[in-house]
């Protein structure tokens, strides 16, 4: 069974850092990789999509990268700022299910 | 937000009685997705679509029933909702690059 683990929890980060949050997945064998940001009360925002054959995607300040083998991804933030701050999910895609880590919930410091 | 639309936003209802969420998209997408977001729990899918009349489980499914009648619309339905449904609903959809997109939820509340 497929589970994805999102570690920390929670993070503080002071504005103008550069921070990394990580995803982990148990089973390599994944279709894609997704990475959404979620405001409170709000729903899911896509930010990235890794399809399984890519080692990373940019979109402005952010990076994600993804190393099957290993079962983890990463999203890079660079420069952050305040408007960062939500919480960050990461999801595998496997068959016809995408499977959601519980998400890390990043504060930036001002 | 690949056009999908939730109904209603906002629903307080007692135990024991039906509630039905529709989820609306207006791109054709095939897959279609019920979610429920609790604390501690994450995102769990309840049931999926992948075409018209074509549906399946998630891993919550008990309690949930759903429909998909047209390309466009899939509703969810709680026979007779219970406290332990009281949850955030989100429905998505799925591209043909297999990329999700989120409506803005249903905030369910039962008494």
């Known amino acids: 069974k497929q589970e994805v683990t999102q570690i920390p929890a929670a993070l503080s980060v002071p504005e103008g850092e550069n921070l990394v949050l990580n995803c982990s997945f148990t089973?390599?064998?994944?279709?894609?990789l997704q990475w959404f940001r979620q405001d409170p009360g709000k729903g899911l925002t896509s930010l990235l999509l890794i399809q399984s054959s890519q080692r990373e995607q940019t979109s402005g300040r952010l990076n994600a990268s993804l190393d099957k083998s290993s079962g983890r991804s990463t999203l890079y933030i660079a420069a952050s700022q305040p408007g960062d701050s939500a919480t960050y999910l990461c999801a595998v895609n496997r068959d016809d299910k995408i499977i959601f880590g519980k998400g890390t919930r990043l504060h930036i410091l001002p | 937000d690949a056009g999908i639309t939730q109904s209603p936003r906002h629903k307080v209802t007692e135990t024991g009685t039906p509630v039905t969420l529709r989820c609306h998209q207006t791109e054709n997408h095939r897959y279609m997705y019920w979610y429920r977001q609790d604390p501690g729990h994450g995102l769990r899918l309840i049931h999926y679509?992948?075409?018209?009349?074509?549906?399946d489980k998630g891993e919550v499914s008990d309690g949930y029933s759903v429909s998909r009648s047209k390309t466009e619309d899939f509703l969810l339905t709680l026979e007779s909702a219970t406290s332990s449904q009281t949850s955030v609903y989100f429905c998505?959809?799925?591209?043909?690059?297999?990329?999700?997109?989120f409506g803005p939820g249903t905030r369910l509340t039962v008494t």
């Open positions: 089973d390599s064998a994944i279709y894609n």
């Open positions: 998505a959809i799925r591209t043909g690059g297999y990329e999700q997109y």
């Open positions: 679509s992948y075409g018209v009349k074509d549906t």
